[in-house]
């Protein structure tokens, strides 16, 4: 019975402790970050035929198979055939 009491007085003083909690901000992408990406959905003929030969592909891993493929500014994943997401490259230092 002591234990329990103990026990329900530890949880009405944690009740008592002040709760802090730290916002994080991040910084929102330009609007025009990803003009001129391949959009979800497109393609692969379409995507060859708007940015080109991809400088590496690699190949489909998984199931559903997603492979992507690199250009100089995006790196364009895809669903089977299909974009599923474009993302900007990173400039190498």
């Excluded at 007085?9 to 916002?23: M, R």
């Excluded at 609007?31 to 959009?39: F, I, K, V």
């Amino acid at each position: 019975m002591k234990t329990l009491s103990t026990v329900l007085l530890l949880f009405a003083l944690g009740g008592l402790l002040p709760v802090t909690a730290e916002v994080l901000t991040m910084p929102l992408a330009a609007a025009d970050a990803l003009q001129g990406a391949p959009t979800r959905g497109t393609s692969m003929e379409a995507v060859r035929s708007q940015l080109g030969e991809p400088t590496e592909i690699v190949p489909a891993v998984g199931e559903p198979p997603i492979s992507r493929w690199h250009y100089p500014q995006y790196t364009v994943y895809f669903e089977g055939q299909r974009v599923l997401h474009a993302a900007k490259r990173r400039q190498e230092k």
